[in-house]
């Protein structure tokens, strides 16, 4: 089975701090995302990347980065957190094997709150 | 632009009767499409899909979805509900070629009375 990995399932942090959300998959899959869950609004793409060292911006990058060094790791990252940034991010990756059904494996998901 | 839209915000249904939860989407061609499903403090967890072929496709848990291409839906159903369903429902979309972002509908929140 496929595991998407998220290191940390709750964080708290303070407004202003460096935050790191990391995850890892175990299937060689070459898509990872990174999405936000908020009550009302659903899953929304913060960043998606295709392969190493490749990113995409999603439907709301503002304040958010990423970086992917390995092919099973991607990491999201808050450069100064802030109030409006706590919320449940979920991480998920996909394949690009034939065929090619954009099915998405998500992680448990990191919910973080900002004071 | 892509859209799927979830009408219901909330259901309730009573354990062991039936159930529908409603999807429509708005795609330029016809995308692939997904339902899954989130127990509460969890990720998100496939329970079928379609790609082509037989437009009624089988999942897991006893759920079943039918496509309908004329009205643009993809309703999720089951015939008879168990207090462990109650979860939240997101129907997704994506594209059949290129890259392989999903766009998701804001969820349904199915409450299962006894």
């Known amino acids: 089975d496929v595991k998407v990995t998220q290191s940390s399932r709750y964080l708290v942090k303070r407004t202003g701090e460096k935050v790191f959300l990391e995850c890892v998959q175990d299937m060689d899959h070459e898509n990872m995302f990174w999405y936000r869950q908020d009550p009302g609004l659903g899953l929304r793409l913060i960043y998606f990347s295709y392969d190493v060292k490749m990113k995409e911006k999603g439907d709301i990058p503002e304040g958010y980065s990423v970086s992917r060094e390995k092919k099973e790791r991607f990491s999201l990252i808050l450069e100064s957190a802030s109030t409006n940034q706590t919320s449940m991010y979920l991480c998920?990756?996909?394949?690009?094997?034939?065929?090619?059904?954009?099915?998405?494996?998500f992680g448990e998901g990191s919910r973080l709150t900002v004071l | 632009a892509q859209s799927v839209t979830q009408p219901d915000i909330h259901i309730t249904v009573s354990e062991g009767a039936s159930l529908e939860l409603r999807c429509n989407y708005s795609y330029g061609a016809t995308p692939y499409l997904f339902w899954y499903v989130q127990s509460p403090g969890q990720g998100l967890q496939l329970l079928l899909k379609y790609f082509s072929g037989d437009t009624l496709v089988q999942g897991i848990k006893g759920f079943e979805a039918e496509f309908k291409r004329s009205q643009s839906s993809f309703n999720l159903r089951k015939p008879s509900v168990h207090w462990s369903d109650a979860a939240e429902y997101f129907c997704a979309v994506g594209p059949r070629s290129g890259y392989s972002t999903l766009t998701f509908g804001k969820g349904t929140m199915l409450l299962v009375s006894p």
């Open positions: 998920a990756s996909s394949s690009v094997g034939v065929p090619n059904t954009g099915e998405l494996f």
